[in-house]
């Protein structure tokens, strides 16, 4: 299998990011041949196992500096596909395979919503070097074959590949929620993502405050992108006389070992491309709300393997959650029926293998 050149720079720890590491990961340890490039000062840089190649900041000023610089290096190592992660290091792989001039294959792993036309001389030249896009959802595929100036044929649909955890080092729920102040018997909603508005965690307190008489407590997970926002949230949580059952926990490195002792999740994002967390929450049969917008709808189907609620309507979102609090039977059959669509959909060796598989086409 040919040699990979595994680039994002992002600063960020999003889902993005971490499947950027388990890609990295994975063929580093099944093939090793893969080698990456990220922010020298990022989040995930330490998380890869691969060799790697820490740079600085990428500007108008020093991007064609390092573009050459990183040809040199493609071309010592004879390295035949780039593959790019991050939107905004498309330049930068463009470049390197301009200066190389050398038959580099350049693939770019959609993962974000795109709303525009992207067809004007800046795009033009990026895409014109990319041999293939691939994209996690059929609403994403559809999308960049609208927008983007790319041939329909070179846009692959590729659905994550989610691993199960192992069995060591489970949370033990009890101390977990002891250490935020939080009751172990008590209905326990989880929320992951990072904490900034469009994220929605605001939409699961005020429907809460709906259901103040129920015994039901909150758990809000994920790096703080917007300290505002997030001192909203605990002025809401005051306002409400919540503080007894909310809580927030920082992000961890292994959500899904945590979904694992919870009673529901919601991903109460606007619009979520695809929602990986909702994946992960059926893998780990734990019952999901999500938003009926984005990527969501195509993993839930609504009263069969989760719940879905009218997108940014905390009085739909309260609906929902007191339907699941109320039955366990709806609990069950939920639970069950996403963890056979999420087993059957989500397969990581699956998605891993198809991967290889249009890597060794190119």
């Known amino acids: 299998m040919n040699k990979i050149l595994a680039i994002c720079t992002s600063p960020d720890k999003g889902g993005l990011e971490l499947y950027f590491v388990n890609m990295v990961n994975h063929f580093h340890f099944s093939e ?18 691969s060799p790697t190649i820490g740079v600085t900041k990428t500007s108008i000023f020093n991007i064609f500096y390092k573009s050459y610089k990183l040809a040199s290096y493609v071309n010592k190592e004879n390295i035949k596909v780039v ?3 991050w ?63 790319i041939d329909n044929d070179k846009i692959i649909e590729l659905p994550y590949g989610i691993s199960l955890p192992d069995n060591n080092k489970i949370y033990d729920k009890k101390i977990f929620l002891n250490n935020l102040k939080l009751k172990e018997d008590i209905f326990t909603i989880g929320v992951f993502s990072r904490i900034e508005e469009q994220k929605g965690q605001h939409l699961v307190i005020e429907a809460l405050n709906l259901l103040s008489e129920k015994n039901i407590q909150l758990v809000v997970v994920g790096h703080c992108m917007d300290p505002n926002y997030q001192n909203g949230l605990i002025e809401m949580i005051d306002k409400y006389k919540m503080s007894h059952r909310v809580a927030f926990a920082p992000f961890i490195e292994s959500p899904m070992k945590l979904m694992l002792m919870l009673d529901l999740i ?56 007191i339907s699941i609090y109320k039955s366990e039977e709806l609990r069950i059959k939920l639970s069950n029926n996403a963890k056979i669509f999420a087993s059957e959909h989500y397969d990581y060796q699956r998605h891993f293998s198809k991967l290889k598989s249009i890597i060794q086409k190119l």
């Open 32 to 49: 090793k041949n893969i080698v990456a490039i990220c922010k020298e000062d990022s989040q995930i840089l330490k998380l890869i196992k």
């Open 83 to 85: 593959h790019v992660s």
């Open 87 to 149: 939107t905004k290091d498309l330049f930068l792989a463009a470049l390197v395979k301009l200066f190389s001039k050398k038959q580099i294959k350049i693939i770019y792993h959609r993962q974000m919503k795109i709303t525009r036309y992207k067809k004007d001389f800046y795009h033009n030249f990026i895409y014109k070097s990319i041999s293939v896009v691939l994209v996690i959802t059929k609403g994403l595929l559809i999308d960049c074959q609208k927008y983007l100036p």
């Open 266 to 321: 919601i991903l109460p994002t606007y619009e979520e491309t695809f929602g990986l967390v909702v994946a992960e929450s059926m893998l780990m049969g734990t019952p999901v709300i999500g938003s009926n917008a984005g990527g969501v709808p195509e993993i839930i189907s609504d009263n069969h393997n989760g719940l879905l609620f009218e997108s940014k309507s905390y009085k739909s979102l309260s609906e929902k959650i």
